[in-house]
């Protein structure tokens, strides 16, 4: 176990390394001088000249690239022009924005999406099954984006209910901060909910064809015990991945929700950088994100291990993800 | 003589086994009622983008602005007008023309060159491998759509870069799928044989290794179309797609957003648009992956 988290853990290295080669030459695509970009039509050409200077345009590219790589590895991002203080700030101030959202949809999904997936399951071939089927295929094909705007109208337009943008401050109250969660959270939470019932539902229908599982009911075992106790237990391996999966997707591509309810994310934070024509903010989120994507598909494949040691991710590339 | 007519057989006997086959998946596609009422949706996309000019019933960039956000039905507008007074049932037919464009180029791009990649990946194997493996690992720890933001952030708007930006985005989940296919197919007996008898790499990989991974890939290219009209849409949505006044499902959905109270029709049926033709796809996507083989891991 600990040779396979080393291994693993090294091999974060280089995806880190083409990470940052491909977010570098990204922003280096950009037309013109990139400094003329970020300050706008007004600026001075002295102004571009001080600014490409301050971010190091003039010298040349290897250099340019190896500043940057030192940057990273001590956790320096730069300073945002727009915003006017680092960029490290920026994020520490808005990433845990999006991990409450992220994790309040993660939860509803686990909640609504798995015992949806199992009752599909249990009753195959009744029109519950068909039901949870035919909702999460629809939920798998949901642009989010569009149904955010339809919970606003319903919820905030016509019933006026809930508020539609914005985050709730936790001085105002559990309800208000939670009264402003909610719409972005059911949006967010819909495309993970449907997935988690569909993978459920085939990996149960899988297992429960075993024939350790009909032996089970031959012995005379109730049927809530086979599901639960011994179906359950092996369908919920693959589920793992999905939910690694889903969790640093919502993290990273939460970008559509934020911007629709103004939840202040990273999503919100790179939209409004773009913009801005703040490339330096953009460079670093993305980075960040990045980073975090990485990582949380590393603990999924060291869970993924410890829940099944069977399996053997050693010689794969890049394991779960 | 008689060994030539034995062989004749033969090869007869092969294109009948080969043409049930195809029978019989057919049969199979089209006996699973979703998988034809994808196609069915499938279908009605094409002929909408095909035949747009002849279905709209305005040109769709006219605009009237003594005509704006006009209700369903009102003075000969089928689902009323936005707040230029442009047709929105026009603008939804043309803007299917987008949908099908990016869905299949921007698919057919990443397939290409993932394809390509996890082909040399998966047979070359070693150092090449690892190299390329890397890379992939690097550009799949991009949440998918915001790769194609930040792409498309650098690049401006325009049909030819939402395409090129979500077909990017499109190429490591080809070069994974390929590249499996190929570990899994170059072990086999009947490749050992191939190349035990003298065949070329060239031979044994687009004769033998590239017709057998074509399932799993077509299944797999399916499902990414659906990908792809929703990425275009977001695009577009946050601003970054096709260029106005382009009629495009996401960028008349950021319109009807601001008018939800006026006109909420304009944000629904953009939005319906995009949900049916996304489910369609998908349910034949099931469909195909059923018929196929249902145990594909896709």
Known sequence: MRTFLLKRSLQLIPTLFVVAVIVFFITRMLPGNPAAVMLGPQASAEDIAAYAERLGLNDPIYQQFFDYLINLVKFDFGNSLSYNQPIVNLIMERFPNTVILAVSALLIAIIVGVPAGILAAKKQNTIIDYLVTTLSLVGVSMPIFWLGVMLVLAFSVNLGWLPSTGMGSLDNGLWAFIRHLILPSLALATIPTAQFARVIRSSMLETLSNDYIKAARSKGLKETFVIYKHALKNALTPLLTVIGLQFSNLLGGAVLTETIFSWPGMGLLIVNAIDKRDFVVVQGSVIFIAIIYVVINLIVDVLYKVVNPKVNLDGGSGGAN | ?298
Not at chain 2, 15 to 20: E, H, I, L, N, T
Not at chain 2, 173 to 195: C, P
């Open chain 2, 1 to 298: 003589m008689v060994e030539v007519a034995n062989e004749l057989e033969q090869t007869r006997e092969l294109q009948y086994a080969k043409a049930r086959k195809e029978q019989a998946f057919t049969r199979k596609l089209l006996r699973n009622r979703f998988a034809a009422l994808g196609l069915g949706i499938i279908f009605l996309l094409i002929v909408t983008a095909i035949f747009a000019p002849l279905i709209a019933t305005h040109p769709p960039n006219q605009m009237d602005v003594t005509k704006s956000l006009l209700g369903p039905g009102s003075e000969g507008h089928l689902l009323g007008t936005d707040s230029y007074g442009r047709d929105t049932f026009s603008r939804i037919v043309y803007g299917s023309r987008i949908s099908l464009i990016v869905g299949i180029s921007a698919v057919l791009f990443g397939a290409f060159f993932g394809s390509m990649l996890g082909l040399i990946s998966g047979y070359v194997g070693g150092r090449t491998d690892a190299i390329i493996m890397r890379i992939i690992d690097g550009m799949m720890a991009f949440p998918f759509i915001l790769l194609a933001i930040v792409l498309m952030s650098v690049l401006g708007q325009g049909l030819v870069n939402v395409v090129i930006a979500i077909g990017v985005s499109n190429i490591p989940g080809f070069a994974r799928v390929i590249r499996g296919q190929v570990l899994t197919i170059k072990e086999s007996e009947y490749i050992e044989v191939t190349r035990s008898l003298g065949a070329r790499h060239g031979r044994i990989l687009f004769y033998h290794i590239v017709p057998n991974s074509m399932a799993p890939l077509i299944v797999y290219a399916t499902m990414s179309v659906a990908g792809a009209i929703i990425s275009e849409a977001s695009l577009s949505f946050l601003g970054l797609g096709v260029q106005p006044p382009t009629a495009s499902w996401g960028s008349m959905l950021q319109e009807g957003k601001d008018f939800l109270v006026l006109s909420p029709e304009l944000a629904t049926i953009s939005g319906l648009a995009i949900l049916i033709t996304v489910l369609g796809i998908n349910l034949f996507g099931d469909g195909l992956r059923d018929a196929l083989d249902p145990k594909m891991k896709v």
